[in-house]
């Protein structure tokens, strides 16, 4: 059986966290002496809900989880901070992840001085499971993946990614940040099997929602606690939590935005197939694509000259004369064509 305190570090599983105002009185209604806050400038003189529940009672309900099994971060970059700062010992501790992916996950693991192993993807970007395995030893706290994959924009298989968790004693971590632009079903549903596995989700891809910083993880609700015990305590602001309401109220909006952007990558993808500079385009399971061309920075440069900046992945290992192309609107995915079909013909 897998558990949890296992693999906590001392400090923070012994830690006494924060008690704030919020935390010791939780009602809504009365005369607020206790936070020294200002009682003009309703409604933002108010510190937020420091565990965002009513945030979480509609993701819980929208995914059919617990809303105790439910984190909520500045962005999933502090899902991935806390993960790594609750769990992994600097100087000691591992991380296990693929390559390439996400620097972020790199980063994050380099500022708390754990050490990050990268198992490279196989040459046509699938997982190597038995690598990432035989990279993992009895101090890797974290297997980190992301499906679909960014840069690489595809999804891994369901079962080789679980297979990872099974009688491994640490967590594995599922970034599912382009998961609503996905034909694969998300892991959330198998988190009742796997007592080990995190799943991360955003609002800043589907949800249209980037300006907002708002990060969520799926896990056990122990895991969710020792998250909730080290997050600062207001990490969540009052405008937020809000605005995150209004838009889990209108899912279809959401839903609207994620067809219309499926349909613009089919477009954009035939738009490359007809191009004379496309050496590639590599199939897409997110609101990107990523494709190989003769001459990256060239044509990169090309668009800089004319307002329109895609991302130059040349230079990733494995992405040699590569570029990453969001989906936009239909306006901008056709200046792009226009761009592109003028350079093909002085090229
Ligand atoms: C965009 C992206 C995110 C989102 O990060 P936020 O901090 O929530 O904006 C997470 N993971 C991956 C792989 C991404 O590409």
């Not at 971060?73 to 806390?82: P, T, V």
């Not at 909730?228 to 937020?240: A, D, F, G, S």
């Not at 605005?243 to 738009?271: C, F, H, P």
Request: proline share 4%.
């Amino acid at each position: 059986m897998f558990d949890i305190n296992s693999i906590t570090r001392d400090n923070i599983r012994l830690l006494t966290p924060y008690s704030s105002a919020r935390d010791e009185f939780k009602g809504n209604e009365g005369i607020f002496l206790d936070a020294n806050e200002n009682p003009f400038n309703e409604p933002y003189n108010r510190y937020p809900d420091p565990l965002q529940w009513e945030v979480k009672e509609k993701l819980a309900e929208l995914k059919k989880v617990d809303p105790g099994q439910v984190f909520l971060g500045n962005g999933s970059d502090e899902a991935i901070d806390l993960l790594i700062r609750a769990f992994c010992e600097p100087h000691r501790d591992n991380i296990v992840s693929i390559s390439p992916s996400y620097g972020m996950y790199q980063v994050a693991a380099d500022i708390n001085a754990v050490d990050f192993i990268k198992v490279p993807l196989n040459e046509d970007y699938t997982l190597d499971v038995s690598r990432i395995r035989q990279a993992a030893n009895s101090n890797t706290r974290l297997i980190m993946l992301c499906s679909p994959n960014n840069p690489t924009a595809n999804s891994f298989g369901a079962a080789e990614m679980l297979s990872l968790a099974d009688g491994f004693n640490g967590l594995l971590v599922v970034d599912e940040a382009y998961i609503d632009f996905s034909k694969q079903p998300s892991l959330i549903s198998r988190l009742d099997k796997y007592k080990n596995l995190v799943i991360l989700q955003t609002f800043s891809k589907a949800w249209g929602l980037a300006g907002l910083r708002l990060g969520i993880a799926y896990a056990s609700k122990e895991i969710i606690a020792i998250l909730n015990k080290i997050k600062y305590p207001y990490n969540v602001n009052v405008m937020t939590q809000r605005l995150a309401l209004e838009a889990l109220a209108d899912t279809k909006g959401k839903e609207n935005w994620v067809s219309e952007l499926l349909l613009q990558r089919k477009y954009l993808i035939e738009m490359f197939s007809g191009l004379k500079l496309t050496l590639r385009i590599y199939p897409s399971d997110a609101n990107f694509i990523l494709v190989k061309v003769p001459d990256a920075r060239k044509i990169y440069d090309y668009l800089i000259n004319r307002k329109i900046i895609i991302r130059d992945r040349s230079k990733v290992a494995m992405c040699e004369g590569c570029l990453r192309i969001t989906v936009g609107n239909k306006y901008e995915n056709k200046a792009l064509y226009d761009a592109l079909t003028e350079y093909d013909k002085v090229n």
